[in-house]
């Protein structure tokens, strides 16, 4: 009879270790676990950021890209009206010239 209640205090102890030793492993792998998350989400956030930064740069690369478009276009106009205005002045001088030229054979 000593026996049998030794083998089964001896049992329970045994248990109430392995019971102790899994109670451990959980607050180990659950702190394991939440660490992660910290680190999972703190990931996430940096992602998020740089999405935004991103999408930042895209929009003022757009913005820029229109602005070159419209300065080009500007460019354009300006080149065709400088173009007009030379041809206008040749015509000019030439009249003048012709003019000089009439003036002179009157004279």
């Known amino acids: 009879m ?20 899994l109670i451990e492993y ?3 792998h659950d702190a394991e676990t939440q660490q992660l998350n910290k680190e999972k ?4 956030s940096d992602i998020y950021s740089l999405r935004m930064d991103i ?3 895209i929009d003022q690369l757009n913005n820029k890209t229109e602005l070159f478009n419209e300065l080009q ?3 354009e ?5 400088c173009s007009q205005l030379i041809m206008s002045n040749r015509e000019f ?3 003048e010239t012709k003019e000089a030229k009439y003036i002179d054979l009157i004279s």
């Open 55 to 57: 999408t930042k740069r």
């Open 26 to 28: 959980q607050i180990t």
């Open 41 to 44: 989400e703190k990931q996430n």
């Open 77 to 81: 106009r300006l080149t065709h009206k």
């Open 73 to 75: 276009k500007d460019n």
């Open 2 to 21: 000593k026996l049998k209640y030794f083998n089964v205090l001896t049992e329970n102890e045994s248990q109430k270790q392995q019971i102790s030793e």
């Open 93 to 95: 001088k030439a009249k």
